[in-house]
């Protein structure tokens, strides 16, 4: 009798740790700012198990993974563009998609080194002919499962020394192979690039996720980003 009493606690117990330890992850939350449409919060939260917000006035320490969509750096609230570099020093996530009002065009050379590209100018936002893109990293997990579409205009940027080229546009570089010229690119055109940053890390898309639609495999996209970002921070554990 004593024996199953024990058991029973014992399973009371472990059933409880899982509780808690459930509870602490559903609690992560997602800081969403910018023209996010492409975000759907309620299958982020299924697939991810995290809570979307689009609080802009939320402490960023209490963000698991802050997206910006396409939003100028000046438009953030003070508190992030004063605390977005440390915030990614010190564990934080980052997920900046691109678009006429994000990265160069957008303001982010100030935030330069944490970037996975490198800015070139202050209006980088350029129609370009349509290419499929080409992954440079396969196995990598954001990728698992996804198709991507042609794209037709990105932030025109370098990829930057020290990160992870995940998915290039072709037209130029490495994509086009040697020597260059299927599509004539004058420069590599990185579509998504991930660098590491302190106990940080930030994933790069150089296109507008609003502009494709269509992609029959966008949503799988946002939501292995997420669930691997998630993965990564160190933010945000405790709200």
């Given at each position: 009798?004593?024996?199953?009493?024990?058991?029973?606690?014992?399973?009371?117990?472990?059933?409880?740790?899982?509780?808690?330890?459930?509870?602490?992850?559903?609690?992560?939350?997602?800081?969403v700012l910018g023209n996010a449409s492409f975000v759907n919060p309620t299958s982020v939260q299924q697939v991810?198990?995290?809570?979307?917000?689009?609080?802009?006035?939320?402490?960023?320490?209490?963000?698991?993974?802050?997206?910006?969509?396409?939003?100028?750096?000046?438009?953030?609230?003070?508190?992030?563009?004063?605390?977005?570099?440390?915030?990614?020093?010190?564990?934080?996530?980052?997920?900046?998609?691109?678009?006429?009002?994000?990265?160069?065009?957008?303001?982010?050379?100030?935030?330069?080194?944490?970037?996975?590209?490198?800015?070139?100018?202050?209006?980088?936002?350029?129609?370009?002919?349509?290419?499929?893109?080409?992954?440079?990293?396969?196995?990598?997990?954001?990728?698992?499962?996804?198709?991507?579409?042609?794209?037709?205009?990105?932030?025109?940027?370098?990829?930057?020394?020290?990160?992870?080229?995940?998915?290039?546009?072709?037209?130029?570089?490495?994509?086009?192979?040697?020597?260059?010229?299927?599509?004539?690119?004058?420069?590599?055109?990185?579509?998504?690039?991930?660098?590491?940053?302190?106990?940080?890390?930030?994933?790069?898309?150089?296109?507008?996720?609003?502009?494709?639609?269509?992609?029959?495999?966008?949503?799988?996209?946002?939501?292995?980003?997420?669930?691997?970002?998630?993965?990564?921070?160190?933010?945000?554990?405790?709200?």
């Amino acid at each position: 009798m004593r024996t199953r009493f024990v058991c029973a606690a014992g399973a009371l117990l472990i059933l409880g740790w899982v509780s808690i330890a459930l509870s602490a992850q559903s609690s992560r939350v997602i800081l969403v700012l910018g023209n996010a449409s492409f975000v759907n919060p309620t299958s982020v939260q299924q697939v991810a198990g995290a809570e979307v917000s689009q609080d802009p006035s939320m402490p960023l320490k209490d963000a698991a993974v802050l997206v910006l969509a396409n939003t100028p750096f000046a438009s953030l609230p003070q508190p992030i563009q004063d605390g977005l570099v440390d915030y990614i020093r010190e564990g934080g996530a980052l997920l900046i998609t691109g678009g006429a009002q994000s990265f160069g065009s957008g303001g982010y050379k100030v935030v330069d080194p944490i970037m996975p590209f490198q800015i070139r100018s202050d209006s980088d936002w350029r129609f370009t002919s349509f290419r499929p893109p080409v992954p440079l990293q396969p196995g990598h997990p954001i990728l698992a499962g996804v198709t991507f579409s042609a794209v037709g205009a990105l932030n025109d940027m370098n990829p930057r020394p020290g990160a992870v080229e995940i998915l290039q546009s072709a037209g130029g570089g490495r994509a086009a192979g040697p020597g260059g010229g299927v599509g004539g690119g004058s420069y590599l055109y990185p579509l998504i690039a991930e660098l590491a940053v302190g106990s940080g890390r930030v994933i790069g898309v150089a296109s507008d996720l609003n502009d494709v639609a269509s992609m029959r495999d966008r949503d799988l996209f946002l939501q292995n980003t997420l669930t691997y970002l998630l993965a990564s921070s160190r933010a945000g554990l405790t709200r």
